[in-house]
């Protein structure tokens, strides 16, 4: 009987992956068995250690993945959750390979994970299961500023970043660019102004991008620009709140429901996403916050009606059982794999528009770049040409005024006056890598007469330069 026939396992998030790289290879012309070499992990370590806590022996495990050596470093975050396990490793490096390929940033593709839930430890204990690790990852060359650079993730940030800056450092004081083996750093320890909010501000400008071509906001079922489109944020961590906070403020967008592990909040005029990010620092989550309507569960917040919804907490949010009854026609996946490849089978038929996670969440890694190569220029960006700059706006000032015989407005005088300082340079810089980014997959699509989704040309593009990266290199 039909009905006795057991479903099909679930697919795994490595082979959720690995699914989304086949359907672009129909596109991409590939040598013989190179998309296998593509797709294949390089190497994967696992370390298990034990440290004595709280009185005990505890015994930790973690995993760094690296993806593709096609150029140097590899690059990728390192996340601490309960939750996190080789394959998932595995397949956030490959994603961050494509990643980088994308957005045209000269790394290889890696990840790590401990498996632990920070929430459970004091400080004192996370330094010490942190340094560790660091160790256990450096002396196995998993971390260097030449080959591996870890960066912030889920349940790992600055902090952590300044304890594996540290440990690095103490083990091998005589490599001057040390301070580049990872990124996210505070900006007092080498770090990049702007690096905190650079994910979501990633977000904000290929939103921004996608509206300024009229065809594709046709295609996703809206019209005009940013101002009032009703968005549906999951997750109000580092990614979520600075993406809300910038649509909200800077584009005039209505952020209509807001979903947390304990909830979410709903209203249609539009949260306050600063109020609600404040109330959340001081509880722990968004429950009880005043005025507005509590749904739990809060995924079920993900099927509201709305113009923009955008996931950006962790993995497998939208899946087979919810993935019918999403509504939003534009998504953009601000966390790393939200959407199953199941679901994204099921959204594509219906017509919905995703702008794919390789895409629009690589904010990150542009900044971590320009932090990788400030720390090794050892000069902050700007410092040479400012005072220059500055200079020549009071040359133009003094031209303008000379020859219209009247004093410039203050707002002119403010504005050629003042010299571009580091973070107008990495905001620039950010913008023109997801501009130019959003472009190329556009220019992909209209080579295939749109005929593919966003994610499909996002990996055909990646494909085709990791590909001629290694064709160029000898690699097969």
């Known amino acids: 009987m039909p009905n006795d026939i057991p479903p099909p396992p679930p697919v795994s998030f490595q082979q959720s992956v690995a ?18 070499a593509i797709k294949t992990c390089n190497a994967i370590l696992q370390v298990t250690f034990p440290l004595k806590i709280r009185g005990e022996v505890r015994t930790f495990t973690g995993w760094r993945a690296v993806h593709s050596t096609h150029r140097l470093p590899a690059k990728g975050g ?29 790394f290889g593709g890696s990840k790590g994970g401990l498996c632990i839930d920070p929430e459970q430890y004091s400080r004192d204990e996370m330094e010490l299961i942190t340094r560790r690790f660091a160790r256990e990852l450096a002396r196995r060359g998993f971390l260097s500023p030449a080959t591996n650079v870890p960066a912030p993730d889920v349940g790992t940030g600055q902090r952590e970043m300044a304890w594996i800056l540290d440990t690095y450092k103490n083990l091998y004081p005589e490599d001057i660019n040390y301070v580049g083996c990872v990124t996210g750093k505070p900006v007092e320890l080498g770090g990049m102004p702007g690096r905190l909010d650079a ?14 071509h009229p065809d594709a906001v046709a295609e996703a079922g809206l019209s005009g620009d940013l101002k009032d489109k009703r968005i549906i944020i999951q997750g109000l961590g580092n990614v979520g709140y600075h993406a809300a906070k910038l649509l909200q403020e800077e584009d005039g967008a209505r952020i209509i429901a807001i979903i947390e592990r304990d909830g979410a909040l709903v209203h249609e005029a539009g949260l306050n996403v600063e109020e609600v990010h404040q109330y959340m620092q001081r509880t722990g ?36 059982g919810n993935a019918e009854r999403i509504r939003a026609p534009l998504i953009i996946e601000a966390a790393n794999g939200p959407i199953t490849f199941e679901a994204d089978e099921i959204l594509r038929a ?47 000032v003094s031209a303008l005024e000379l020859m219209s015989g009247e004093q410039s ?3 002119l005088r403010a504005s050629l006056l003042r010299g571009a300082d580091e973070l107008d340079l990495v905001r620039s810089g950010l913008d023109d890598a997801m501009r130019v980014a959003f472009q190329e997959i556009e220019r992909m699509r209209q080579t295939h007469d749109r005929a593919m989704d966003y994610r499909t040309a996002a990996y055909a593009v990646a494909i085709s330069r990791i590909s001629g990266a290694s064709l160029d290199l000898g690699a097969y």
């Open 285 to 320: 989550g968004v429950q009880g916050f005043p005025g507005v309507e509590w749904v739990e569960p809060g995924t079920m917040a993900l099927e509201r009606d709305c113009d923009i919804l955008i996931p950006a907490a962790l993995e497998g949010v939208i899946h087979t």
């Open 78 to 106: 390192l996340r601490f959750s309960p939750s996190i396990d080789q394959d998932s490793t595995e397949a956030l490096a490959a994603l961050m390979t494509y990643k980088c390929a994308i957005v045209d940033i000269p």
């Open 350 to 396: 219906r017509g919905t528009v995703i702008l794919p996670d390789i895409y629009a969440n690589a904010g990150g890694v542009v900044v971590s770049y320009f932090e990788w190569i400030r720390n090794l220029s050892h000069m902050r960006f700007g410092r040479l040409e400012r005072r220059l700059d500055e200079m020549r706006g009071q040359h133009i």
């Open 199 to 212: 994910t979501g501000r990633g977000i904000h400008y290929a939103l921004r991008e996608f509206f300024r």
């Open 19 to 36: 699914r989304m790289v086949d359907r672009a290879l129909d596109y991409v012309k590939l040598e013989p068995g190179a998309d296998r």
């Open 409 to 411: 407005p203050d707002w």
